[in-house]
């Protein structure tokens, strides 16, 4: 079964900054990863996904990500925060023989002015 | 509306009442997906629809859950007997077609909340 772990539950960072947020998955194969990001009393939004190809995937809002195969992460970037990214940010994994999404813990990010 | 719509958006009840959760997914959706956001537990995933097939019902807690999708389109969470420790957002998502690779689109969620 696929897991999905973001080690960092809090993160602050100043408007302005850059930022990374970690996300490491345990599956057996090359997997489908995703971003998603929920502001307070919202659903989902996607961010961005990787399937195949080139590592680097760009998405909305300014967001990057890049899976590294030999680490088992797929860590999320922006190279300037604005004050409007604060939220939860959630990595997720679907299994290619599977249906559902298996998500992180969730990494709640936090912008001073 | 484009989106995934739930409702009740809030929903307060007293311990042993039943509930039930509504979910409009996208149009032209056939996959629906419900999970479960709570403190401490994170995202689980509950269950999932897709087409006519039988629901996977693998990530349900308990026999008090149960779900339906009637006519491939709305679907109704509910809950029998509830507990407190069901106080929880549940998300609703609705995908094209089903697979790992497909993207869930969410609704905003229902928070349920137990007296």
């Known amino acids: 079964a696929q897991s999905v772990t973001q080690p960092d539950i809090h993160i602050t960072v100043s408007e302005g900054a850059s930022l990374e947020l970690r996300c490491n998955y345990s599956?057996?194969?090359?997997?489908?990863l995703f971003w998603y990001v929920q502001s307070p009393g919202q659903g989902l939004q996607l961010l961005l996904k990787?399937?195949?190809?080139?590592?680097l995937v760009q998405g909305i809002k300014g967001f990057e990500a890049e899976f590294k195969r030999s680490q088992s992460s797929f860590n999320l970037r922006k190279p300037s925060v604005h004050w409007s990214d604060a939220a939860e940010y959630f990595c997720?994994?679907?299994?290619?023989?599977?249906?559902?999404?298996?998500f992180g813990g969730g990494t709640r990010l936090m912008v001073k002015p | 509306g484009a989106g995934v719509s739930q409702s009740p958006s809030n929903k307060v009840t007293e311990k042993g009442k039943d509930v039930e959760l509504r979910c409009d997914p996208i149009?032209?959706?056939?996959?629906l997906y419900w999970y479960r956001q709570s403190l401490g537990q994170g995202l689980e995933f509950l269950i999932y629809?897709?087409?006519?097939?039988?629901?996977?019902k693998s990530g349900l807690p308990s026999d008090r859950f149960s779900a339906e999708r009637t006519g491939g389109s709305v679907s109704t969470l509910t809950i029998q007997r509830t507990q407190q420790e069901d106080s929880a957002v549940y998300l609703c998502?609705?995908?094209?077609?089903?697979?790992?690779?497909?993207?869930?689109?969410f609704g905003d969620g229902t928070r349920l909340s137990i007296l």
């Open positions: 998502a609705s995908s094209f077609q089903q697979g790992g690779n497909q993207p869930q689109h």
């Open positions: 599956y057996g194969a090359t997997p489908y």
């Open positions: 990787y399937f195949s190809g080139d590592t």
């Open positions: 997720a994994v679907g299994a290619r023989a599977g249906n559902m999404l298996t």
């Open positions: 149009s032209g959706h056939t996959a």
């Open positions: 629809f897709q087409g006519n097939s039988a629901p996977d």
